[in-house]
């Protein structure tokens, strides 16, 4: 599958010097998960993602 699977979603205006998106991103890439950051535009906020479809993949 060559969709993207959204594992989490945060506002973009969060405290400043505050990374809620990268931190959640990171701890699932130490689970072994490609996960990644990308700002949707339209709802304003950060998705953390994984491309596949699949969180497990």
Same mark, same amino acid.
Do not use: H, Y
């Given at each position: 599958?060559?969709?993207?699977? &959204?594992? @989490? ?11 809620? +998106?990268?931190? $959640? +991103?990171? +701890?699932?890439?130490? @689970? /072994?998960? +490609?996960?990644? &950051?990308?700002?949707?535009? %339209? %709802?304003?906020? $950060?998705? !953390?993602? !994984?491309?596949? /479809?699949?969180?497990?993949?």
């Amino acid at each position: 599958m060559n969709g993207r699977m &959204v594992l @989490e979603r945060f506002p973009a205006g969060g405290p400043r010097g505050s990374w809620p +998106a990268e931190e $959640f +991103a990171q +701890a699932r890439r130490l @689970e /072994g998960q +490609a996960a990644e &950051v990308v700002m949707d535009l %339209t %709802t304003d906020m $950060f998705l !953390v993602i !994984v491309r596949g /479809g699949a969180a497990g993949e």
